[in-house]
């Protein structure tokens, strides 16, 4: 039998989803469609590439069988690494909605994609190894599905989709619940999900009662017949809003799924592998000049917060900029780009021996950008300890 797990998971977004979806965001109804329906393989190819290795696919599998549950934070950092404002820059540009509502598209897709695969792996007794093979075998569907988005490759480093999971694209037979009855057992265990926003909360409870429509068909992944399935039950306690709490007493006042409380999520998770580097895509200057705009003033003191509460982190910032100019003209300016945000941050009480400093000219585009785009005028920061 053929399945194609990604359908199972686009079966779930129903027209009242998506409308519910576009009024959380501010998004129109198409445009948030579009995003949803990307962000599946979008997930799709981040889980597969990060199967590849055997440390990948422990990981991946003990996401999916995590008892305690895995935070939306911990699910990107799980799937993409570092490379989530990546992906969620390129899902944002094939769609046409802000960055912020392919946040919400991903958040909000991400546990449904892990639960429908702890409900296969539960139904066939499948190990991390059998998952990894899973997975790989979708590397067609996902190079072939209409909406996996442009660039989604050099996003996730890649230079073709065709990379995807290395070795793991040698197909073997997954390994089945004959093999291994602890391994068997581990899959039923709930899996508990805390989504970013209130009204993705009440998707996602939508969401997962839709589970039980596990279609298998489509574009080919060879898998084993199922027997009847054991109900596999996700659970979506409230969903966290309003300000992230702070050491120190301070809060920030963030969205839950924006970068800055992924970089929060970073400075508070001591199992995150440093260094780290998150996109501030709101950390923008003017054409031509390494002035910080206006609209970037939030981001910055957010930014100088988070540095204050943890006193012990250290950073790098690297300055950008757009390919209308030489590079002789580019460097200094990415530099001074980077400075800039020093001398803001050292303004509001950082320690300046704190923050590294680099510029990358225009060596460096935003993934899935044009190098002259002015989405290329920007800084992003590197977490180097905590």
């Known amino acids: 039998m053929t399945v194609n797990l990604m359908d199972t998971v686009k079966d779930m977004f129903t027209p009242e989803a998506v409308d519910k979806a576009a009024t959380t965001t501010g998004e129109s109804p198409d445009g948030m469609r579009k995003a949803m329906s990307g962000a599946v393989p979008a997930i799709f190819a981040g889980l597969t590439q990060t199967v590849g290795t055997p440390t990948g696919a422990a990981r991946i599998f003990g996401t999916i069988t995590d008892k305690g549950g895995t935070s939306a934070q911990g699910l990107m950092s799980a799937v993409f690494g570092d490379k989530g404002s990546a992906v969620t820059s390129v899902l944002a540009r094939g769609s046409g909605v802000k960055s912020e509502a392919a946040s919400h598209a991903l958040s909000f897709a991400l546990p449904l994609v892990m639960g429908t695969l702890a409900k296969h792996v539960s139904s066939n007794g499948i190990t991390a190894g059998g998952l990894s093979q899973l997975l790989a075998g979708h590397k067609e569907a996902i190079q072939k599905d209409p909406h996996t988005p442009p660039g989604l490759a050099g996003a996730l480093g890649l230079g073709s989709l065709a990379g995807l999971g290395g070795a793991a694209t040698q197909l073997v037979q997954p390994r089945t619940r004959t093999e291994s009855a602890t391994t068997a057992e581990a899959p039923r265990r709930r899996w508990n999900v805390i989504l970013p926003a209130a009204a993705l909360g009440a998707l996602l409870i939508w969401g997962i009662a839709s589970l039980s429509h596990n279609r298998a068909d489509r574009v080919g992944v060879t898998a084993p017949q199922p027997p009847a399935p054991p109900a596999v039950t996700l659970h979506a306690p409230p969903a966290m809003t309003g300000p992230i709490a702070l050491p120190g007493g301070k809060t ?17 998770d001591s199992t995150l592998q440093l260094p ?14 390494s002035t910080i705009t206006p609209t970037s003033a939030k ?6 917060l988070m540095l204050d509460a943890y006193p012990t982190s250290r950073i790098r910032v690297v300055g950008h900029t757009d390919s209308m100019g030489t590079t002789t003209a580019n460097q200094p300016l990415s530099e001074g780009r980077a400075k800039a945000v020093k001398d803001a941050l050292v303004a509001k009480g950082i320690a ?11 060596r460096q585009p935003a993934p899935g950008t044009k190098p002259e785009e002015a989405t290329n005028r920007r800084a992003e ?3 180097l300890s905590r």
Do not use: C, K
């Open 352 to 362: 300046a021996d704190r923050i590294e400093t680099a510029g990358e000219a225009a």
């Open 299 to 304: 981001t910055v003191n957010d930014l100088a």
């Open 276 to 289: 780290h580097t998150y996109d501030l895509e709101h950390l923008t200057f003017d054409y031509d000049s």
């Open 252 to 268: 920030l006042d963030v969205a839950p799924d924006s970068v800055e409380a992924q970089m929060a999520h970073g400075l508070s």
């Open 381 to 383: 920061v590197i977490l």
